[in-house]
């Protein structure tokens, strides 16, 4: 284990909603890759990955869930180097399943590095793979003697592990503006894997002089074409409201940070479209809403408007299942004022002589609707557009109005092998035909009991049943990723039901007597092997094992108020469980207590 490095640590600001809005259809992954002149030898990119990680450990976490916030935990869990068979920008983040939260693979010439949003932005990506590259290549060409880039300062594991947005954090002044509600773009949207992908090589001497020509910068330009391609495809019904884009701003221009978490803001700019516009009309309206924005005074106000929610003491309070619908509305209603996304992550910079090995770099990223994404290495600037959209209008319309403006410009060849693999469906399919059985059982006791008794006289217990079982099973296949935490849901479930059971059958007490100590006693024994057979790191079962010991106490309680006839086995459970905690207080003070500071962290 690295020293200097958090064992865990908190989400950034920026990253508070993702794993909230993050599912099959927006991922919130992007992919950075480096397109080599030469085809890859994945065992020295393995080799190189090792080296790199041993500068970024911080990379090396997932993504736990506490009470009130998500958190990032460090885990000792190799990165292995794989050729590239999902399609692209794939999920990383699946609740409850403890894997890193980036990918490295290859195919043919190509590296890639995809990552999920909540672990670092566009910035802290581009570091990583410029290390990669940079460890990659020194191994592959020794003969060539490549220079490493010079660092300047060298980062600290603190600076590398700063949450920049609360040490920047300031009380914000005045209230924040109401933003106008943005041209939505409409139409049935496709699912991830048949997500469509463009990407425009351009050559930057030309799109820089064009740029220049309208005397603004490239990113300046570029987001007014991308206004204009998409202008032209909302109808005159709909153009009294702004096309507007969300533009991502790098907080590290403004604020000294070395942080290689998310540390990023966002500006707004748009254009209400009028039958005359002209490109030139929508580049100087950029250029102004840029130069208003892009200030330090206005930048510090809008970072710390997005910081302000999260240190309000009463959303802090709340609890994350309770508080995560109130940020997913936020989130919703937040993304009414964009009409798409222009992220450029600017240049990426080598030393004299990788040229020779290296072909160009591109970066997109996983959308619910349209984005562009862009970043520039030597004389090549690719931009990556990622649509939802059917069709591919809005690609085309942008690559037509570079033409007039004669900035030349190729189409990449898009070469997905993860496109063609049938994405693993076989436990949603079993899980579906589970519930068709359960209903069609469910009918068959209907049709049975009216038959042969004229009434539907057991019916109702047998329905009850299925639906017992069907729950069951369904909390089982939800939790299927995290064993322990299915085994806290099941005796939870198992003992609710049986208490209902036992109250409609005419109260016998069996359900406190015999259900409850005997399941937190199972769980209990059960989580001690299951760890101890996986060889478990200690944060992944000790607050499961917190749990059960103090469920396994309750059995005593309900002794001492009198509901416990066969006071046997609730005795044996609770004294048992009241020494497992005890043994936890005694022998791992230190861990207990840090598995209760992050899971309750507010």
């Known amino acids: 284990m690295e020293t200097g490095y958090s064992r865990w640590r908190k989400l950034d600001n920026a990253a508070l909603a993702f794993p909230l809005v993050t599912g099959k259809h927006d991922t919130r992954v992007f992919r950075f890759y480096c397109e080599c002149k030469e085809p ?3 065992e020295i990119l393995q080799k190189a990955l090792d080296e790199t990680m041993k500068k970024y450990p911080l990379f090396q976490a997932v993504l736990r869930k506490g009470l ?32 890193l939260l980036f990918e490295v693979t290859y195919y043919k010439n190509r590296i890639n590095f995809e990552v999920y949003h909540a672990l670092t932005d566009g910035t802290g990506a581009m570091h990583f793979l410029q290390e990669l590259v940079q460890n990659y290549l020194i191994r592959k060409h020794p003969e060539a003697h490549l220079s490493r880039m010079e660092s300047g300062e060298e980062s600290t594991p603190w600076d590398q592990e700063e949450d920049s947005f609360s040490q920047y954090y300031s009380l914000p002044e005045g209230k924040s503006e109401k933003k106008p509600t943005a041209v939505r773009l409409k139409g049935e949207k496709l699912p991830h894997e048949e997500m469509q992908i463009t990407e425009l090589n351009i050559p930057v001497k030309e799109i820089h002089a064009k740029a220049k020509s309208y005397g603004v910068s490239i990113t300046v330009f570029l987001a007014a074409v991308m206004l204009c391609a998409i202008g032209e495809e909302i109808p005159r019904s709909r153009q009294k409201k702004p096309v507007t884009l969300m533009v991502p701003v790098n907080l590290r221009n403004y604020f000294p940070s070395q942080s290689m978490a998310n540390f990023f803001g966002w500006i707004e700019v748009g254009y209400t479209f009028e039958a005359n516009t002209t490109l030139k009309d929508v580049v100087n309206h950029v250029k102004e809403q840029f130069g208003k924005e892009l200030i330090r005074e206005n930048v510090a106000r809008h970072m710390n408007g997005y910081v302000r929610l999260e240190k309000n003491p009463f959303v802090r309070a ?15 209603l937040g993304s009414r004022s964009i009409t798409a996304v222009y992220s450029n992550i600017g240049i990426l910079r080598f030393p004299p002589g990788y040229e020779a090995y290296i072909e160009h770099f591109g970066i997109f990223a996983s959308t619910d609707i349209l984005q562009l994404c862009s970043c520039s290495y030597q004389d090549q600037m690719l931009l990556g557009f990622t649509s939802k959209l059917p069709n591919d209008n809005i690609q085309r319309n942008f690559q037509r109005i570079l033409k007039e403006e004669s900035v030349g410009f190729r189409e990449e060849k898009q070469d997905f092998p993860g496109r063609n693999e049938q994405q693993e469906k076989e436990e949603r399919q079993i899980f579906r035909i589970f519930s068709f059985l359960c209903i069609a059982a469910a009918v068959i006791c209907a049709v049975s009991d009216y038959l042969f008794t004229g009434a539907l006289n057991w019916f109702g217990f047998a329905v009850a049943g299925i639906a017992c079982t069907w729950l069951l099973v369904a909390v089982a296949y939800s939790k299927r990723r995290n064993i322990l935490k299915n085994e806290m849901w099941q005796l939870l479930l198992i003992t609710i039901l049986a208490i209902v059971w036992d109250r409609y059958t005419g109260w016998m007490g069996w359900s406190l007597d015999f259900v409850l100590p005997i399941g937190a006693l199972g769980v209990l024994c059960s989580m001690t092997v299951i760890a101890k057979v996986q060889h478990l790191e200690r944060e992944e079962y000790l607050f499961y094992l917190i749990q059960a010991a103090m469920a396994g106490c309750i059995p005593i309680v309900l002794v ?4 416990i006839r066969f006071v046997y086995l609730s005795v044996i459970c609770s004294g048992i469980s009241f020494l497992v905690l005890t043994g936890l207080m005694i022998f791992q003070k230190k861990d207990t207590f840090r598995e209760f500071h992050k899971k309750l962290r507010m």
Do not use: Q
């Not at 009130?68 to 935990?73: A, Q, V």
């Not at 709340?318 to 919703?332: D, N, Q, R, T, W």
């Open 40 to 42: 890859v030898d994945p």
């Open 68 to 99: 009130f916030w998500f958190y990032l935990e460090r885990r000792e869990i190799k990165s292995v180097v794989t050729e590239e068979k999902k399609p692209p920008c794939s999920r990383l983040y699946i609740p409850d399943k403890k894997t």
């Open 318 to 332: 709340v609890p994350l299942e309770i508080k995560k619908y109130f940020l997913m509305i936020g989130a919703s």
């Open 560 to 563: 001492w108020l009198n509901l």
